[in-house]
């Protein structure tokens, strides 16, 4: 497994990544993506509601996720993922065989909290 010793940011470099808590509100099976994938609409409270696409089907259903609080990093550029723009990317730890499992806040928070 690769490690990031040697790949030090600085504090200013860290706070510029905008890692935010949302909720998401749809979860549906993203049949057009290459590996298998919900396309999800996540609440992110005053910085708006936002499209991503996230490789989560091996520990997920889309039904479980709806109303489920997440991390997201709310200001990478949007990416092309088949027929979606994705516009955040949702934070998980990945396993030994690449499951995901999502990180989320230990209780309830105003959607849109900042994480730093």
Not at 14 to 21: G, I, T
Not at 50 to 76: D, H, W
Request: aromatic letters at 8%; proline letters at 4%; one cysteine or more.
């Amino acid at each position: 497994m690769e490690t990031f010793t040697n790949k030090k940011l600085t504090w200013s470099e860290f706070m510029k990544v905008e890692m935010r808590v949302g909720t998401i509100i749809s979860a549906e099976a993203f049949k057009k993506a290459v590996h298998p994938a919900y396309k999800m609409i996540i609440d992110f409270g005053e910085y708006g509601q936002r499209k991503t696409s996230a490789q989560i089907t091996k520990l997920y259903n889309p039904e479980e996720l709806i109303g489920k609080q997440v991390i997201a990093v709310i200001n990478f550029p949007p990416k092309q993922i088949a027929n979606i723009m994705s516009e955040c990317l949702v934070l998980g730890g990945v396993g030994n065989n690449n499951e995901v499992t999502l990180i989320a806040p230990e209780r309830k928070v105003e959607n849109g909290t900042r994480i730093g």
